[in-house]
């Protein structure tokens, strides 16, 4: 059974920018710098999506984006390396294929 830390993530989780145990990139304080003492911690709130939906949202400062339809990728290939695709709850997911 994997071990909690204070922020509820498992020690499992591997940060992709820094490499260390215990936190994803998104919190990682050697990319994003430490929080201000002052700052008190913020929260993402989200709401699930209908299964049936397909509309994209426009973020035009993302550099990668993901979806769950291939027939959405033009150019696509089987992505064959063990990266996983970590989200906000710490879960790691598989990524099947790669493309434009």
Known sequence: MPISTSHGFS?????QFCENSGHTAKVCYKLHGY???NQPPT???TRPMPSGASDWI???GA???ITNE???LH????YICSDQLLV???SGHTISNIGI
């Open 11 to 15: 020690k499992r989780v591997v940060c």
């Open 63 to 65: 550099s990668h984006h």
């Open 70 to 72: 291939l027939d959405n």
């Open 75 to 78: 150019l696509s290939q089987p």
């Open 35 to 37: 929080r201000p003492k």
């Open 43 to 45: 929260a993402l709130h």
């Open 58 to 60: 426009l973020d035009s």
């Open 88 to 90: 906000g709850d710490g």
